[in-house]
């Protein structure tokens, strides 16, 4: 079955450490992106990239990291510079960036506690 | 910038209709819909197109209101499956950045 998948889906870490997110999609999406969901406040862009080696900041992305090295891999790395890290991330694909009928397809998420 | 939902939350009986709204106040070129269950991801629902172009489930219906840049889902006939956090997400065209509501969380009771 095709599909997005995230490891792990709870994590903890010390503050001033950095964690990596994996996401990992097997739909043969060219796009692919990052959103962090806190209570009330929906889904807020973090990253996207429409291709590989190719990544763009979303609207929250000091303090965080992405590389795009496979088609099939988008990971995230939350940095020590992130101020706030304890969140909900949700990893998501569509077939492209461009297309306004192209709806995306999302992870089960990973919970990161940070304390 | 991020659109608005109304009603951020919402009960209603098996079998009750429900209507969630999403205003932008940015010119819209589509909006797209979502239902999220707790804990778990957004699972897509519709896509509605300026012009009327739409694609998505079969058993949801929805509009969109190019003028008033707002669109509404329409949940008929609720069953206890529809409970879950609905999110509308806007798309502008000029940055190919879907942009998420707050979302409008439902709970159907029997």
């Known amino acids: 079955d095709g599909g997005i998948t995230q490891s792990p889906k709870y994590l903890f870490r010390k503050e001033g450490q950095n964690v990596t997110l994996s996401c990992e999609q097997n739909l043969n999406h060219d796009a692919m992106y990052w959103y962090r969901q806190d209570p009330g406040q929906g889904l807020r862009l973090i990253y996207y990239s429409q291709i590989v080696n190719d990544f763009q900041k979303g609207d929250i992305a000091e303090g965080y990291s992405v590389s795009r090295e496979k088609k099939e891999s988008f990971p995230l790395t939350v940095t020590s510079a992130q101020k706030n890290p304890t969140a909900f991330y949700l990893c998501a694909s569509s077939i492209s960036l461009a297309g306004v009928l192209n709806e995306q397809y999302f992870g089960p998420g990973t919970r990161l506690t940070v304390t | 910038q991020q659109p608005v939902q109304s009603p951020q939350a919402v009960i209603l009986r098996e079998g009750e209709d429900a209507v969630i709204n999403c205003s932008s106040s940015k010119a819209l070129y589509s909006v797209h819909w979502y239902r999220q269950k707790h804990g778990e991801a957004p699972v897509f629902l519709m896509i509605?197109?300026?012009?009327?172009e739409q694609k998505g489930h079969d058993k949801i219906s929805a509009s969109f209101n190019e003028k008033k840049q707002q669109s509404s889902l329409y949940l008929t006939a609720s069953q206890l499956s529809y409970s879950g956090t609905y999110f509308c997400?806007?798309?502008?065209?000029?940055?190919?950045?879907?942009?998420f509501g707050t979302g409008t969380l439902l709970a159907v009771q029997p």
């Open positions: 997400g806007t798309y502008g065209g000029a940055t190919n950045k879907l942009i």
């Open positions: 509605l197109l300026k012009g009327g």
